[in-house]
């Protein structure tokens, strides 16, 4: 699942069965046959089928070819959506991202105390990770080496995640609880360290699962330490 040099530098083991905690590789499904809008449907189909072939065989290896064969259509119809397989590539994780974002926002209950809030995102994260963990590792570890062609892509996400973090650490529960808005700084290292330990996990063939405690205690240090300074008189506590 690694390209190029990276892949020395990071081998990805494909075992046969593998602990993924609640995850199963089950075989792929693929995607309808049914005919759709030029404009709508084929390219749905188009970025699902290379999810398909993501998981089956990393994105190295999958082909142009492979993706027509999954979506059940033509290279003329993938050639009429995208510029490449990297353009498509860039389409599956914007949409895979986009996604992440909104379960995990929908998962946090902003009445709740602070630190069922902290659990409530984390667990939310780490558990849209192991629906698909094959796609959430090509993310981390094959999109960096489309260099210029990605660049954007990963910019755009990690603002997102950045400011998903910051505003789920806003609510009146962290305020009352003294704490300020974290900096961009604290919600990068937030962002940037649970991707690596996701993708180190999967590729170890770990259970994700088990990061959660790991994660919340991880999350709670950093916010507790790392948000914008309270004002003069305040008192933060982290009870």
Sequence with gaps: MITGAARARHPVHRPRHTNLGAVTRAEPSLPP??????DTGFRRRLIDALAVAVRENGYADTTVADIVRYARTSRRTFYEHFSGKQDCFVALMTDRN???IAHIAGAVDAAAPWRTQVR????AWIGNSQADPWITLSWIRDSPA???FARQLHRDAAE???????N???STSFESAGMRRPTRETATILFGGFRELIAITV???GDIGTLVDAAVGAAIALV???SDPPAPGLHRSLD
């Design 33 to 38: 046959v049914e005919e759709a809008p030029p």
């Design 120 to 123: 409530q995102a984390i667990e």
């Design 168 to 170: 789920l650490a806003s």
């Design 203 to 205: 590729e170890d063939g």
């Design 146 to 148: 489309l260099g210029e």
């Design 98 to 100: 986009n996604e992440m």
């Design 224 to 226: 507790g330490i790392g």
């Design 160 to 166: 997102a995640f950045i400011t998903l973090i910051q």
